[in-house]
């Protein structure tokens, strides 16, 4: 029986070798070279070609490589027989929380006021606001750990969530909750799975609900936000701003009106990754317990 890596954006040398360690009797089979697919058994997938598992026929399990599951539950060629897990590191988690509250404290301390007034030697002290409200949209592993740390550093914090859950945050559900959420936030951090109803759920309508000073923190999937409708807000000033790491296409055209928006900062997917022997662990232990 073997393993199959099928992530297409990264290198996976030291993540087979690894495997290979753990898992001597066990073939590691690497994109591109799947030389054996009528003997994988568990597949490690991100960015995989669609349809590709169809061609596994002993395939028992299938394993994202990220938080994510979207690009495995579109997968019609995963049959629901498969299991499917994905890889949620302690890393991965921390990584996540340092990017949003990187962010939020950077604002919320006047980082940008204070290197312009560094530049032109200026010396003026400026207040710092109370602390802010982070609303979260989508409280599961990766969301909810985000907003235990903000709650740690003293920041407000509320939730929206799709189903009810039991959390220190208060929690909103519904269009009503949605809105009431960004009313309260002057931090908006997207955070939720992709489905059918979480696809652009930041529109021109949930933008119109925020406040004036809200910044809007993309980490889920660029296509929780409908693009021009956010371009179109921050235009018009119903928002202050957006830290997008996510986006409908990537990698992201080199003439995307983003790239140069004064009212934009963006990084190429790169806020959370998990290091790579928290798991090759995790691959493990879901390969001997099949």
């Known amino acids: 029986m073997s ?5 297409t954006d990264r290198n996976t040398d030291e993540l087979c070798h690894r495997l290979s360690l753990a898992l001597p009797e066990v ?11 009528e003997s994988i058994k568990l597949a490690v997938l991100w960015n995989h070609p669609p349809g590709i598992t169809a061609t596994f026929p002993q395939l028992q399990m299938v394993v994202s490589m990220g938080a994510g599951m979207d690009h495995i539950e579109a997968d019609q060629a995963i ?4 299991k499917t897990a994905r890889i949620v590191t302690d890393v991965l988690k921390q990584n996540m929380a340092q990017y949003v509250l990187q962010h939020i404290l950077l604002r919320h301390r006047h980082y940008s006021d204070y290197q312009q007034q560094q530049n032109m030697h200026t010396w003026q002290i400026l207040e710092n606001s109370e602390m802010p409200t982070v609303g979260f949209l989508g409280l599961g592993i990766l969301g909810g750990f985000v ?8 920041l407000k914090t509320l939730a929206w969530t799709q189903s009810q859950v039991h959390a220190v945050h208060p929690c909103y559900h519904g269009e009503a ?6 009313a309260y936030s002057d931090y908006l951090v997207v955070l939720l799975p992709m489905n059918r109803e979480t696809k652009n759920i930041i529109n021109r309508q949930t933008l119109s609900w925020c406040k004036p000073n809200c910044t809007l923190i993309n980490v889920g999937r660029g296509g929780h936000v409908v693009e021009q409708d956010l371009l179109a807000a921050l235009d018009a000033g119903v928002i ?10 990537e990698p992201l055209s ?16 790169s806020s959370s990754r998990s290091d790579v022997e928290q798991t090759a662990e995790q691959i493990v232990t879901y390969y001997q317990n099949l």
């Open 147 to 154: 907003a235990d740390q903000c709650r740690c550093l003293g």
């Open 79 to 82: 049959a629901g027989n498969i």
């Open 177 to 182: 909750g949605l809105q009431l959420l960004c």
């Open 240 to 249: 202050q701003h957006a830290v997008l790491d996510v986006f409908k296409q």
């Open 27 to 37: 073939h590691i089979q690497q994109w591109p070279n799947i030389a054996n697919p």
């Open 3 to 7: 393993i199959a890596v099928i992530i």
């Open 254 to 269: 080199t003439g995307h009106p983003f790239w140069s928006h004064q009212k934009v900062t963006l990084t190429p997917h």
